[in-house]
T-cell receptor, first 114, second 111 residues
Framework: ETGVTQSPTHLIKTRGQQVTLRCSSQ?????VSWYQQALGQGPQFIFQ???????GRGNFPPRFSGLQFPNYSSELNVNALELDDSALYLC?????????????FGEGSRLTVL | DQQVKQNSPSLSVQEGRISILNCDYT??????FLWYKKYPAEGPTFLIS?????DKNEDGRFTVFLNKSAKHLSLHIVPSQPGDSAVYFC??????????FGAGTILRVKS
């Protein structure tokens, strides 16, 4: 059984640029969630995708957008990067019938914005 | 507006003793609570959970207690082992759509 994989693991961007982060969900999982973890804080919910449709969104501006593909993999896109976007971005997959909140997380993509 | 709070940034415990990690929440609509453990350079991993209709759930060395009237939950680890050293996140959810995490507590178990 393949776990959740994310790429890239580390990247550096400058303010104003755009970034795309990728996630492959655990085998058989059709729900993908993205979280942002700033330094010293807990993960914050960005949005969730279920069967290629957005299924819930946290308090993040529209320049944070996502996609889910037919194979359930997902992308997180962030436009017009700001310094405060520097964080660890975590992808998590699950099945809707799984017990609430039991997510399987990837190792994350660490984004640094200069 | 922090709906889930972990007021202790760190905790140090001797091997073999009990570790108690605490968490407070403000949203009375939360119906499910979870603890996740995170090692450096790894994603968080699910540890144990409890439904709001229960006050205790046990899994091996790990027990979670829920006090709904106080909006407080705690994780007990007995006995603590050096491999338990990690960051522990408390999380809560309303209808399972999204998790709201606390800031985490760093647990160090000394041998």
């Amino acid at each position: 059984e393949t776990g959740v994989t994310q790429s890239p693991t580390h990247l550096i961007k400058t303010r104003g640029q755009q970034v795309t982060l990728r996630c492959s969900s655990q085998s058989g999982h059709n729900t993908v969630s993205w979280y942002q973890q700033a330094l010293g804080q807990g993960p914050q919910f960005i949005f969730q995708y279920y069967r290629e449709e957005e299924n819930g969104r946290g308090n993040f501006p529209p320049r944070f957008s996502g996609l889910q593909f037919p194979n359930y993999s997902s992308e997180l896109n962030v436009n017009a990067l700001e310094l405060d976007d520097s964080a660890l971005y975590l992808c998590a997959s699950s099945l809707p019938e799984d017990r609430a909140g039991e997510l399987f997380f990837g190792e994350g993509s660490r984004l640094t914005v200069l | 507006d922090q709906q889930v709070k972990q007021n202790s940034p760190s905790l140090s415990v001797q091997e073999g003793r009990i570790s108690i990690l605490n968490c407070d929440y403000t949203n009375s609509m939360f119906d499910y609570f979870l603890w996740y453990k995170k090692y450096p350079a790894e994603g968080p991993t699910f540890l144990i959970s409890i439904s709001s209709i229960k006050d205790k759930n046990e899994d091996g060395r790990f027990t979670v207690f829920l006090n709904k009237s106080a909006k407080h939950l705690s994780l007990h680890i007995v006995p603590s082992q050096p491999g338990d050293s990690a960051v522990y996140f408390c999380a809560a959810t309303e209808y399972g759509n999204k998790l709201v995490f606390g800031a985490g507590t760093i647990l160090r178990v000394k041998s």
